[in-house]
């Protein structure tokens, strides 16, 4: 997929109710394919899938052994303190694995396993789930942007080419999360808690650092993108419901609870 | 001054008094804990005071501009327990915050490397 960053000026969007400030991130939409986006494997070597894992026995495996027969060697799974076997299946199936000794959350466990990935070496850090929502066949056009250099992250969005393909009802709760977070940090992003991100080692080392624990990081990492000043854009991603990954996926009644623990956040540091 | 109390005065009196007993007893043994212990003297000493004498209150409401003494209580104990509540949740997040540092280090130090696939 050919994408234009926002620094040629090409698809821009306005993000904010005001002019944006001389400086304050640049987002763009990613374009419709124009050509196959490929990623050579030396550029697959510098890219590291991050994988928080939290009872996903069942379902680990296959996601962990998908991404590597498809070419992308690192993978690392958090398991995030899971009272079934994740950890072990997720190492036979080929992934370093971290274990949480207790519970502590999804952004938690992120937050693990980018330090890990870091730590060795890892130039694009790819946060992944750990259910099979995700597909592989998205990753090169995640990646690429920010392996060129374009962007410092891509933002995985469900509703640039693919909306029919989510669930009435996730579509109308998405819709209210996209306008929290627009109300909220001032981003304005065509899919909210979209867990499929690219992000640079640059912005990783030096803007983000998830504290909230819990699923609301995945609003505070838009605030950290955001506030970082570093280009970002969308790119379009097909997510795969099935009944295992709605079964997993958040409830409607979660959506006050990341809200008041987004804002607690914010409020307390 | 004990015989014109009412049974909820002697027992209040007693309770706070015990309280302000108590912290004083900890400021003495422990010296470093003098100035956290401080406002738990004042808190239970006042306490005692208006148990033993409750015109003070309602004195103490009128410089205030508010009618009664007891709602100069209710007030001051709500408001505290606000405070408290927040102190709490400060504190529960910091030791959240410590906790998710210290599961992190141990996760990342005992890591494990994938096993050779097939």
Redesign the interface.
């Known amino acids: 997929m050919t994408v234009a960053g926002a620094a040629d000026g090409v698809k821009a969007r306005r993000y904010f109710s005001g002019t944006p400030p001389a400086g304050y991130p640049r987002c763009a939409m990613s374009e419709p394919a124009a050509t196959i986006e490929t990623v050579s494997p030396n550029d697959r070597d510098r890219v590291w899938l991050v994988i928080a894992a939290f009872n996903e026995g069942g379902a680990i495996a296959p996601v962990v052994a998908g991404a590597?027969d498809d070419g992308w060697p690192h993978?690392v799974v958090?398991d995030d303190g899971s009272a079934d076997d994740t950890?072990e299946r997720a190492?036979?199936?080929?992934?370093?694995?971290?274990?949480?000794?207790?519970n502590?959350g999804q952004g938690?466990a992120l937050?693990?396993g980018i330090?890990?990935a870091l730590?060795r070496g890892a130039e694009v850090l790819v946060t992944f789930d750990a259910d099979g929502q995700h597909r592989t066949a998205d990753l090169p056009a995640m990646v690429g942007p920010v392996l060129r250099g374009e962007v410092d992250a891509a933002l995985g969005s469900r509703f640039l080419d693919h909306a029919e393909a989510v669930p009435v009802g996730r579509r109308l709760l998405l819709r209210a999360a996209r306008l929290f977070g627009t109300l909220t940090s001032g981003v304005r992003l065509t899919d909210a808690h979209n867990g499929f991100r690219a992000l640079s080692r640059r912005l990783c080392v030096e803007h983000i650092d998830l504290?909230l624990?819990r699923m609301a990081h995945a609003s505070e990492i838009v605030d950290q993108i955001a506030a970082s000043g570093l280009p970002f854009r969308e790119v379009s991603v097909r997510i795969e419901y099935t009944d295992y990954s709605r079964q997993k996926g958040q409830r409607g009644s979660a959506a006050l609870r990341i809200a008041v623990d987004y804002l607690l956040g914010r409020l307390?540091g | 001054m004990f015989g014109t109390m009412s049974l909820f005065q002697l027992l209040g009196l007693g309770a706070a008094s015990a309280m302000a007993l108590l912290s004083a007893l900890a400021m003495a043994r422990n010296p470093s804990r003098r100035v956290p212990l401080l406002p738990w003297l004042a808190l239970w000493s006042l306490a005692a005071l208006a148990f033993a004498v409750p015109d003070v209150t309602t004195r103490f409401a009128h410089l205030l501009g508010i009618g009664r003494g007891a709602d100069v209580v209710l007030y001051c104990a709500v408001f505290g327990g606000l405070l408290v509540a927040f102190r709490l949740s400060m504190a529960q997040r910091r030791l959240e915050r410590e906790l998710t540092l210290l599961v992190r280090e141990l996760a990342v130090q005992q890591a494990r490397r994938p096993e050779e696939r097939a």
């Open positions: 590597l993978v958090v950890a190492r036979q199936a080929g992934a370093h694995t971290l274990r949480h000794l207790v502590r938690a937050q693990t330090r890990y730590e504290r624990d307390l």
